[in-house]
């Protein structure tokens, strides 16, 4: 297999693939469905919670540019039922900020029976995710984020742009593997997003902390079990929060992958949290998957 190959197969199978699935190609596309409960910090002093169900769609695609260098792209929608202080619901859709990146494998080398390799990279989140007056847009996305652990706000939090270094560590045998993934979202504020006046404080830069841990036990050829434990640490908060909340944030996911064919992959996720500000409110299912387009 090709240098340029090898990138995105590897790109894209610690995103998706259990460890022993057959190469991905030079591009492929990635989506993500999860849906869920949470209850979540929000950033005024009128009703300081995001509370609700969520539909949250993420798609993306990977394009091989060089040997070991692929090109990436993101983009979040979400659809939520958002919770009313008179404890009604409301319907609100909104795009999240979509972002622009690339990844490099840094080195592949053997240890002992497996392949550890090791990438680094980074993305460029683009301030257009949605809000409005009444913030309905707002807390979609924050319900949303909580879904996810409250590890994406480079992706869900409106008004900001954001650059995210990563670097991601992973050893795979034939039965095997475990991966290590750190990122840093760094935000930096280019809109109130609504938040403008007496109920909220905005800051102009905000900084994330991620890390995310997966272990696969591959139990026949086209079927693998997962635990993907991951923290998330609201270093410096993008607004002041109006009451006193957790910095840190837990959340837990078990996976089931199927390999279907050679070119498509299948992750079946239920995920949630036991600590933190969304322990006990925040429960997920969700797909993921990853399809060859060579």
Not at 89 to 97: E, I, K, M, Q, T
Not at 123 to 138: I, K, M, R, S, T
Request: hydrophobic letters at 50%; glycine letters at 10%; a neutral charge.
């Amino acid at each position: 297999m090709s240098g340029r190959c090898r990138a995105v197969a590897v790109l894209v199978a610690c995103a998706i693939t259990p460890a022993t699935a057959d190469p991905l190609g030079d591009t492929s596309v990635t989506a993500e469905a999860h849906f869920g409960l949470a209850t979540v910090p929000f950033d005024v002093m009128a009703l300081p919670e995001a509370k609700g169900q969520a539909l949250v769609l993420v798609l993306g695609g990977a394009w091989s540019v060089a040997p070991s260098l692929a090109l990436e792209v993101r983009s979040p929608l979400v659809a939520a039922s958002v919770a009313q202080p008179a404890g009604s619901y409301v319907d609100a859709a909104a795009f999240g900020n979509p972002q622009l990146g690339a990844a490099m494998m840094l080195s592949r080398r053997p240890v002992g029976t497996g392949d550890l390799t090791i990438l680094g990279g980074a993305a460029v989140g683009l301030p257009l995710g949605g809000h409005d007056e009444q913030l309905l847009a707002n807390r979609a996305l924050a319900i949303a984020n909580g879904i996810d652990g409250l590890a994406h706000p480079d992706l869900f939090t409106p008004g900001v742009g954001a650059l995210t270094p990563r670097a991601d560590v992973r050893w795979a045998s034939s039965t095997w593997s475990a991966a290590l993934e750190a990122r840093l979202p760094l935000l930096v504020r280019v809109s109130d997003a609504g938040l403008a006046g007496p109920q909220a404080e905005t800051h102009a830069f905000g900084l994330a902390a991620v890390l995310a841990g997966d272990v696969r036990h591959q139990l026949t050829r086209r079927l693998a079990l997962a635990v993907a434990p991951q923290l998330a640490i609201d270093a410096r908060p993008i607004a002041a929060h109006p009451r006193d909340v957790s910095r840190l944030q837990d959340l837990e996911r078990a996976s089931l992958y199927i390999a279907i064919g050679r070119r498509t992959h299948l992750a079946v996720d239920v995920q949630g949290a036991i600590g933190g500000e969304l322990g006990g409110s925040m429960v997920a299912l969700g797909l993921r998957c990853g399809i060859d387009l060579r």
